[in-house]
């Protein structure tokens, strides 16, 4: 029964991170839009070159 306790906490632990990894993943994926959509806004002399 302890086992299954154990087993049960750490695959809870391991879930948590999992989804904090995604929300992680989300928010980075949304500042990067974010940012590129201001890149786009104010093009550098680079871009206009190009």
């Known amino acids: 029964m302890k086992m299954e306790k154990l087993k049960l906490s750490k695959l809870t632990i391991y879930s948590v991170q999992q989804v904090e990894l ?23 002399a680079n871009t206009q070159n190009n």
């Open 22 to 44: 995604a929300l992680l993943n989300t928010l980075n994926l949304s500042n990067i839009n974010a940012r590129f959509e201001d890149l786009k806004k104010f093009p550098s």
